[in-house]
């Protein structure tokens, strides 16, 4: 399977593979290197046919507990009309590879690679794969939190060819973010957008904060700084970082690119 995105490379490793992965887990974050991401690991989903998953986050108490994250892969045929069952799950597709027909409220859509969908909570949304070729997409759920007098935002499907990246200041156009809703728009409680970082470019800080972060390498090569580690990074491989773990980032030789999530705009919830 072609793709200008990195998705599970599958099948089975050589018996004479040595165990000698980059694949981490500790206190404050966890490194799934592609590698790791094998046939044995898939699952499967209720109502969902001809289709596997990988899952590479959900919540864990005393860890990351806002959100799932899944890399579905449907073959030809397959799919749902019943693909989520709890009502209170908003969540964002996007296409690694391949193609799929998503019909949302009523309304059809035909996504290809870069291709994004937003389902907000309730929503009434179906999936087939009517190509001749496998399908692969990233699937990212969260238990919205509804807030009195804020309304529930809207469903709504786009490409991120069709979405500008937005320059962090002073980096000469070298470190941006693929913004898929606004930052202030706070009917959202979630972000999943695309960040890039052209070849050489930093993120010059280690960034300490309380959103719990996914990070999915689409494209290019990295040393991204996860708590006291430095990691080397490749397409395919996945961060699962907690609230307040430092990150930063070197990126490499050729354009960087990761697929982020980070829950956003609400109170943090306080014990009883």
């Known amino acids: 399977?072609?793709?200008?995105?990195?998705?599970?490379?599958a099948g089975l490793p050589s018996q004479?593979?040595?165990?000698?992965?980059?694949?981490?887990?500790?206190?404050?974050?966890?490194?799934?290197?592609?590698?790791?991401?094998?046939?044995?690991?898939?699952?499967?989903?209720?109502?969902?046919?001809?289709?596997?998953?990988?899952v590479i986050a959900r919540p864990m108490s005393g860890f990351?507990?806002?959100?799932?994250?899944?890399?579905?892969?449907?073959?030809?045929?397959?799919?749902?009309?019943r693909p989520e069952t709890n009502p209170e799950a908003?969540?964002?597709?996007?296409?690694?590879?391949?193609?799929?027909t998503l019909t949302l409220e009523g309304n059809t859509h035909h996504l290809s690679e870069g291709g994004y969908a937003f389902l907000p909570p309730g929503s009434r949304w179906s999936l087939v794969n009517k190509s001749t070729a496998p399908v692969r997409f990233h699937w990212?759920?969260?238990?919205?939190?509804?807030?009195?007098?804020?309304?529930?935002?809207?469903?709504?499907?786009?490409?991120?060819?069709?979405v500008p990246i937005r320059w962090m200041p002073d980096t000469r156009e070298t470190w941006g973010?693929?913004?898929?809703v606004e930052p202030d728009d706070v009917r959202h409680d979630m972000h999943v957008n695309i960040v890039t970082l052209q070849p050489g470019a930093v993120i010059p800080f280690e960034e300490t904060h309380v959103m719990e972060h996914g990070l999915y390498v689409l494209?290019?090569?990295?040393?991204?700084?996860l708590n006291r580690d430095?990691?080397?990074?490749?397409?395919?491989?996945?961060?699962?970082?907690?609230?307040f773990c430092p990150q930063a980032c070197y990126a490499g030789p050729e354009r960087f690119r990761y697929l982020l999530y980070k829950d956003v705009n609400r109170h943090m919830k306080l014990p009883f």
């Open 64 to 81: 990351s507990e806002t959100f799932s994250q899944y890399i579905v892969e449907v073959e030809p045929g397959g799919g749902s009309e």
């Open 140 to 162: 990212i759920r969260k238990r919205y939190e509804t807030v009195e007098g804020i309304a529930t935002p809207e469903a709504f499907v786009t490409n991120e060819r069709e």
């Open 230 to 243: 430095w990691v080397e990074v490749e397409p395919g491989d996945f961060m699962w970082l907690r609230a």
């Open 219 to 225: 494209e290019g090569k990295a040393v991204y700084r």
């Open 90 to 100: 908003e969540g964002v597709l996007f296409v690694v590879a391949g193609e799929m």
């Open 16 to 54: 004479m593979a040595l165990h000698t992965g980059r694949a981490t887990f500790n206190e404050a974050y966890a490194f799934l290197p592609r590698g790791v991401m094998r046939d044995i690991v898939t699952s499967s989903l209720p109502h969902w046919r001809q289709t596997r998953l990988w």
């Open 177 to 180: 973010t693929t913004r898929f």
């Open 1 to 9: 399977m072609v793709s200008s995105y990195a998705s599970p490379a």
